[in-house]
T-cell receptor
Framework: KAGVTQTPRYLIKTRGQQVTLSCSPI?????VSWYQQTPGQGLQFLFE???????NKGNFPGRFSGRQFSNSRSEMNVSTLELGDSALYLC????????????FGPGTRLTVL | DQQVKQNSPSLSVQEGRISILNCDYT??????FLWYKKYPAEGPTFLIS???IKDKNEDGRFTVFLNKSAKHLSLHIVPSQPGDSAVYFC????????????WGLGTSLAVNP
């Protein structure tokens, strides 16, 4: 069974731009969660989608948004990029609720210049 | 406010010896806990979990101990192997808050040959 895939793996943007990251969950998984990982803050929860609905949201500004499609693939968008948005963005999928074991993708490394 | 704390940013042990990674939490409503392992340039992978109704869970070389009264859990790796060198994250979840996982900042384990 294929694992969680994330595209692109690496991305360089400049301040003020916007970016869209993509995540394809494991086949059959309906829950997709997004995390931001930075050296000083660990894994910070962004949001979780289940059946195309946002079910959980972390404490991030509205510049961070996401969506989930009917095939469970998910995208997250960051608008008006700031230097502090440079991080590893991880996507995780699970069968149902967030408490199920989450399977992570390799992440997208975003660098904002 | 860090509800899940991994107070040791790093740990170094000799191959063959025991590695003990610690995690403290403040929210008494947490009812399940997970450990994940993360190699560089990869997403975290699930290692082992424990429900609050248990005080110990074992899987091969990995054992997690939970002390609810002290709000403390630990991951024991015996014997430690060089391939265990990675960052280990502790995460906790509760029935409320839509079961969103709260993550520690991680402990970097180095197992020396």
């Amino acid at each position: 069974k294929a694992g969680v895939t994330q595209t692109p793996r690496y991305l360089i943007k400049t301040r003020g731009q916007q970016v869209t990251l993509s995540c394809s969950p494991i086949s059959g998984h309906r829950s997709v969660s997004w995390y931001q990982q930075t050296p000083g803050q660990g894994l910070q929860f962004l949001f979780e989608y289940f059946s195309e609905t946002q079910r959980n949201k972390g404490n991030f500004p509205g510049r961070f948004s996401g969506r989930q499609f009917s095939n469970s693939r998910s995208e997250m968008n960051v608008s008006t990029l700031e230097l502090g948005d440079s991080a590893l963005y991880l996507c995780a999928s699970s069968l149902a609720v967030v408490s199920d074991t989450q399977y992570f993708g390799p992440g997208t490394r975003l660098t904002v210049l | 406010d860090q509800q899940v704390k991994q107070n040791s940013p790093s740990l170094s042990v000799q191959e063959g010896r025991i590695s003990i990674l610690n995690c403290d939490y403040t929210n008494s409503m947490f009812d399940y806990f997970l450990w994940y392992k993360k190699y560089p340039a990869e997403g975290p992978t699930f290692l082992i979990s424990i429900s609050s109704i248990k005080d110990k869970n074992e899987d091969g070389r990995f054992t997690v101990f939970l002390n609810k009264s002290a709000k403390h859990l630990s991951l024991h790796i015996v014997p430690s192997q060089p391939g265990d060198s990675a960052v280990y994250f502790c995460a906790a979840g509760s029935p409320g808050n839509n079961r969103k996982l709260i993550w520690g900042l991680g402990t970097s384990l180095a197992v020396n040959p």
